[in-house]
């Protein structure tokens, strides 16, 4: 069992005396990872009840975050990251499905949490900035085991998704998945030993734990933690470290690409990262700015190993299917979908025949499911085979694209956010008599989100002070505000009186009514969209290489 669970590879680094864990304080052995985590699994142990041993992590990237993991790993615990850009009920609701026993957090988390019922009362708390927090776990040293209890199928991790109701998913991730995705992501990615790993993706997020830092420690690499992500700091923190190797998400490289160009930005260590969502223009840019190579890849919470890149995988392509049984599917005949056939600038002429869901016919067995959510379960899991709700195409040469979100998710920065939670909020507003949310095409990778409304005749968009009231909607989160809204006095309807909200989805920006946009990334401030305004986001995304979303 030794490299079957991820205890079993933390135990494996015992008396490693190479670099494990770095921040911009300190430095931490394999053999120091281990024994503290060690010391925090006692600790929880001790802490224990009845129920499901579940501790909730509400912390930014600092190193208590990654030594809760290994203390989740050794005790048998099961760890639940708290998203942290969730807010008021939404979070509550999110966070108390899970019956957590502990939670593991900082004042700041803290702070979020205030006011908040989430199962757990506060003597349940520890703080790990709180005094007497360190000579707490000192207590509880002890030489590193492992609880007899653990298994390859011991549940290690439950990570949060949006579906596409709105309401909390949590996948379960087990110690056997996650020690094989150490495994098989550590060569696919071509992570070795002497790599310094730099994570500024949230660790509550799969992206960091399943293909950064399960990987480095499945070949003893380093990992060295940005306390979050920074555009302006990512370089400095890549020189500071000397690392090699990093994972995004969204639109993370371009927000560093957007950072003013240095003569020096070719002087840095980096060789190679992964992710999702980096435009060919981005990766391309990336490479000639700071000469590191970047891979693209598609994975979820629920699953991986789908697709693989291929040599020759067209720049706008995820690679080919990984086995037989992963196909493309029409969701309502079940029956497999044509080859798209695409025009000169990447584009599917035949949508309605080759665009379906994309299906793994044998991955009913390797989905671990969602905690307490048997709907979810039912609908991820139908005929035998598992239904991704993700969107594809194959084309003639059998390589697989990407073609979007089924249902009301909204891809933010490799988030899934849901429409009907913006939706919901915005028609709150007192002045607003209708309103629906969807997605549009970020000209960089995934999405951004656009509502909607329609508002009385004789009340203009102004009158709505709607940046004023979006601010004070604390269930909304950070990523679910609408960058664009569609202003109207009587918006398209079907002949029983609904919305038309694929209509109105397809038109995005592209309407004869008024649209607003929020351009910045601090507090929503609006402004009317001009024609020029029109044709400069044409622009962007003719720049980006995203030819199949242009108008």
């Known amino acids: 069992m030794r490299d079957e669970t991820i205890a079993g590879m933390l135990l494996a680094r015992l008396g490693d005396e190479r670099p494990g864990l770095r921040s911009r304080e300190r430095t931490w052995t ?45 005790s048998g615990a099961t760890i639940v990251g708290i998203n942290s850009t969730r807010t008021g009920s939404y979070l509550e609701e999110e966070v108390r499905h899970t019956d957590l026993q502990l939670v593991v957090t900082d004042r700041e988390g803290l702070r979020l949490l205030d006011g908040l019922d989430i199962g757990v009362p506060r003597d349940r708390f520890l703080l790990v900035d709180e005094d007497g927090y360190a000579e707490t776990v000192l207590a509880h040293a002890s030489e590193p085991k492992v609880d007899p209890s653990v298994t390859p199928k011991t549940q290690m991790l439950l990570l949060f998704t949006s579906g596409t109701t709105g309401a909390s998913k949590a996948a379960r ?76 998400v969204g ?123 048997p709907e979810a379960d039912a609908e991820r899991v139908r005929h035998g085979w598992y239904w991704t709700g993700d969107l594809g195409y194959i084309d003639g040469d059998g390589f697989l694209y990407f073609g979007g979100r089924s249902g009301d998710w909204i891809r933010v920065d490799s988030e899934n956010i849901s429409a009907l939670l913006t939706q919901n909020v915005v028609r709150r507003h007192p002045k607003i008599v209708d309103a629906v949310a969807f997605g549009v095409p970020d000209p960089r990778s995934g999405d951004q989100v656009m509502a909607a409304i329609e508002i009385p005749d004789g009340v203009e968009f102004e009158d709505l002070d709607f940046p004023a009231f979006l601010a004070v909607q604390d269930d909304l989160g950070t990523k679910g505000a609408p960058r664009f809204v569609r202003v109207s006095h009587a918006l398209p309807t079907t002949g029983s009186g609904k919305l038309k909200k694929k209509e109105m989805q397809l038109e995005g920006w592209r309407t004869a009514d008024p649209v607003y946009r929020w351009a910045g990334r601090g507090a929503p401030e609006y402004a009317p969209m001009t024609e020029v305004d029109k044709a400069a986001l044409r622009d962007e995304f003719a720049a980006a290489g995203r030819r199949h979303f242009l108008p």
């Open 30 to 74: 394999w053999d120091e990872v281990v024994r503290e985590s060690a010391a925090r699994a006692s600790l929880a142990r001790a802490l224990r009840r009845e129920g499901p041993f579940h501790i909730g992590v509400l912390l930014e990237n600092i190193p208590e975050y990654v030594l809760w993991l290994g203390a989740a790993a050794l």
């Open 251 to 373: 639109k993370a490289i371009g927000y560093v690409l957007a950072t003013p160009e240095q003569p020096d930005d070719k002087n840095n260590t980096l060789t190679h990262g992964f992710g999702t969502e980096a435009s060919p223009e981005d990766k391309r840019e990336f490479f000639r700015r700071f000469g590191a190579t970047l891979m693209e890849g598609y994975g979820s919470s629920e699953s991986a190993g789908m697709i693989k890149r291929v040599p020759g995988t067209p720049a706008t392509a995820l690679g080919k299917p990984a086995r037989d049984g992963v196909r493309i599917v029409n969701p309502e005949t079940c029956e497999m979908c044509a080859p798209a056939i695409l025009d000169e600038h990447g584009r599917v002429t035949n949508a309605e025949a080759a665009i379906g869901e994309i299906v793994d016919l044998d991955g009913a067995e390797r989905f671990e499911g969602y905690y307490r959510n």
């Open 173 to 248: 991730c087990s110690q056997g998945r996650l020690a094989e995705l150490g495994r098989n992501n550590s060569a696919k990615y071509d992570i070795k030993r002497d790599d310094i790993s730099y994570c500024s993706m949230p660790l509550f997020h799969g992206n960091a734990l399943m293909a950064l830092w399960a990987p480095s420690l499945a070949v003893g690499a380093t990992v060295a933690l940005g306390r979050k992500f920074s555009a302006t700091g990512f370089m400095p923190d890549v020189r500071f470290y000397g690392a090699t190797f990093f994972t995004y």
